[in-house]
């Protein structure tokens, strides 16, 4: 089966990610949009996704929240769906994974208090490996301090931390992408068909 996967016309065989494994970082009040549209996406690429969150084991729920724009001077939040994962965070070997993405919300802003997150961001960052974040998922790369001289996008109020830890913030549409090399960012979920593209596009490559 083939997958067009850009307005250029590059064609991938869906099959070609049926040997590749990916790590997702989330926690209790992730966004909802991005845990659920991403995790399934994949998934439906063949790609096999491994959802993990600290202190919890397959079969246990995050809650998520579902944050919106309605006209106020910031994102509105609501309850969003019981996200279940799949494996078990203390069985995590970085070395088993090609890719790992890290979406938003509010998990980020504590996740990134558990050390061993931090190591295994900081694996994916040292070794070039393809990473996606979007809007508040920058919180757990900044953390590590290994985000020196990188090009990236976020959410914009975590724009600030992430100019503090060396990053280099593009400011571009709500919609759009941006890749440093095997980094790949968004503002928010607006931008997940680019973001999820550009993911997949480094992750054929690699």
């Given amino acids: 089966m083939i997958y067009i996967i850009n307005n250029k016309n590059l064609k991938i065989s869906m099959d070609s990610f049926n040997n590749i494994n990916v790590l997702m970082l989330v926690g209790d009040f992730v966004e909802d949009y991005e845990v659920m549209v991403p995790f399934q996406a994949l998934k439906m690429m063949g790609i096999n996704v491994h959802a993990v969150c600290p202190n919890k084991i397959k079969g246990d729920k995050v809650k998520t ?27 995590v070997d970085v070395k088993n994974y090609h890719g790992l993405v890290i979406p938003g919300g509010r998990a980020p802003e504590y996740l990134r208090l558990n050390q061993r997150v931090l ?3 900081s694996y994916f960052l040292e070794n070039n490996l393809p990473l996606a974040a979007v809007c508040h998922g920058v919180q757990v790369l900044t953390a590590t301090g290994k985000i020196k001289n990188r090009s990236l996008t976020c959410y914009p109020a975590c724009s600030h931390e992430l100019l503090l830890a060396g990053g280099l913030y593009q400011d571009i549409a709500v919609d759009d992408v941006f890749a440093d090399g095997n980094l790949v960012t968004a503002k928010a979920w607006p931008a997940h068909p680019r973001w999820l593209r550009k993911f997949l596009e480094i992750l054929n490559k690699n």
Avoid: C
């Fill in 65 to 91: 929240a579902v944050h919106d724009f309605e006209g106020d001077q910031t994102y509105t939040e609501k309850p969003g769906h019981n996200f279940e994962l799949n494996f078990d965070f203390d069985s």
């Fill in 119 to 121: 190591e295994i961001t």
